[in-house]
T-cell receptor, first 114, second 113 residues
């Protein structure tokens, strides 16, 4: 069974801090994704990566960056945290199999910026 | 741009009632369609998916969905809900082979015992 592990379930940081959210998957998936989940807005894609060192912007990349140095790990970075980045962050991964495969999600990190 | 719309934001049902959650998407090409469920305190998990073939798709826990291409819809149904179906439900659409999905806003289902 696919396991996507996010490093923290809950995180509290201060405005202006640099914040790192880590995600690891154990199924050798090529694709990895970062979303934020807000009530009434569903899931919105921040960044995704389809290979090591490759990244593409999603729908709301402003204020975020990502890093994928190893295939199994995808990090989301808030360069200078702001209160409007308080949210639930979800990491997901999927394989490439000649067609679109379902994404597998981690438990999420609830991030509060004070 | 592609978009996904879930019409019902919050649905309250009694146990044994029938369920239908609406999902419409805007995209003219070939699509792959998914329904995910998020139980309280748990991660999103796949309920069912449609790639091609029979437009009536059966998923886990008695759920099914019907793809109607002419209506750009992929509605989720269950004949008789249980209290344990209380959760948030997300419709998602993907196209091409990038692996990217567009999610709807989500529908919160509350089932009263």
């Amino acid at each position: 069974d696919v396991k996507v592990t996010q490093s923290s379930r809950y995180l509290v940081k201060r405005t202006g801090e640099k914040v790192f959210l880590e995600c690891v998957q154990d199924m050798d998936h090529e694709n990895m994704f970062w979303y934020r989940q807000d009530p009434g807005l569903g899931l919105r894609l921040i960044y995704f990566s389809y290979d090591v060192k490759m990244k593409e912007k999603g729908d709301i990349p402003e204020g975020y960056s990502v890093s994928r140095e190893k295939k199994e790990r995808f990090s989301l970075i808030l360069e200078s945290a702001s209160t409007n980045q308080t949210s639930m962050y979800l990491c997901a991964s999927s394989s490439i199999n000649g067609r679109m495969e379902p994404q597998h999600f981690g438990d999420g990190t609830r991030l509060s910026i004070l | 741009a592609q978009s996904v719309s879930q019409h019902n934001h919050h649905v309250i049902l009694s146990e044994a009632a029938s369920l239908e959650l609406g999902c419409n998407y805007s995209y003219g090409g070939t699509v792959n369609l998914f329904w995910y469920v998020q139980y309280p305190g748990q991660h999103l998990q796949l309920l069912l998916k449609y790639f091609s073939g029979d437009p009536l798709v059966k998923g886990i826990k008695g759920f099914e969905a019907e793809f109607i291409k002419s209506k750009f819809s992929f509605n989720l149904r269950k004949p008789s809900v249980q209290w344990s179906d209380t959760a948030e439900y997300f419709c998602a659409v993907g196209s091409g082979n990038t692996g990217k999905l567009i999610f709807g806003q989500g529908t919160t289902l509350q089932v009263k015992p």
